[in-house]
């Protein structure tokens, strides 16, 4: 196994797919260009899945949890033992996830890759022992090396089981009480952007607690300031567990040919991470949401995304994402189902 493996080249878009496409769009009854992003989106998942009628019948979701040793400084409004609690209540069938899922007939896979408190095995969770949460990133390093690698290749496995599935989408989602902190922190270190401009209230903190959380933020920005320009060491010094199995999985998901559905401002730093460790996986992400957490738009402007919706979402695990699942088949419906000029007798646009 080669150690750098989120180096290896992606896999490339295919032009003729894509371009069929576009071909086709424009011979679909309606004025052309009136279906908006509905259109660039069929277009680009042709392009992507290599055919000119894409679909989205198989869509695999994989939920990554971990626990922060942030939280011992005090940066949520919920406490720590939530993260292994909603463990159990994604596999329970509770979760808001767990709903999204099954209403939108996905596959739902969940990691454990390390609480604060050990879980008793929970049936339908993988357990894997990365470590008993993070270290407390405004103290030290989040993360050993070897916990970053092991992280970032759970990621990378997941979207190997979800392409032997034959997923024809990858959405990831995470949970981590305490991970805006960290999600917030890359970001400045990735962006270079004041504390003030990305912070936000997270689950809910009162206007003094994120005052808190930024004077938090700002210490461990100042700790860590020599992995500016080393995304692989900013991971490392200020990422969570979740974080880095997001960032694995986006990189394999381009390596594999599988198209990803980046959730909110969490699953966008750990985009932005993937992108800065291997900028060639741009091309196989696409954004859900405008998250409302005040961060994400600046995240979403230097990955230069358009999400798709803005519902004033703030929750994470994945949701988002798997909310626009019923936008992005009906994309592909019209795109693949409706008549053309031809087809139909409609006279097209006048010379
Ligand atoms: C019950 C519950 C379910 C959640 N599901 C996702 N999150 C979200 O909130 C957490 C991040 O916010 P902060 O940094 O403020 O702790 C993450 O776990 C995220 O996925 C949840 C949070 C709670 C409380
Ligand atoms: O947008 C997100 O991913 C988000 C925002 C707040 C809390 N948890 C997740």
New binding site residues.
Partial sequence: MNLDWWLNPVQPIDLVAHAKAEARQAQLTKPAGSLGELERLATRLAGLQGRECPSIDQVWIAIF?GD?GV?AEG????PQA??G??LR?FVGGG???SVLARQVGASLEVTDLGTAMPLEPLPGVRHLHVGAGTGNLMREAAMTPAQALIALQAGRDSVSRAAADGCELFIG???????????TALACLLLDCPVAELVG?????AAAGVAH?AQVIETALALHRDAAGEPMEALRCLGGF?IAALTGAYLACAQQGVVALVDGF?CSVAALLAVRLNPQCRDWLLFSHQSAEPGHQRLLAALQATPIVSLGL????G?GAALVVPMLRLACALHNEMATFAEAAVADRAP
């Fill in positions: 949890a922060h939280m940066v949520s409004a919920y939530v993260t609690q909603m209540n979760a808001a996830i989602g995470e949970m981590g009480i305490g991970n805006t902190t960290s999600a209230p997270g689950t809910g903190l959380k979740e969490i703030r929750l994470g695990e949701s």
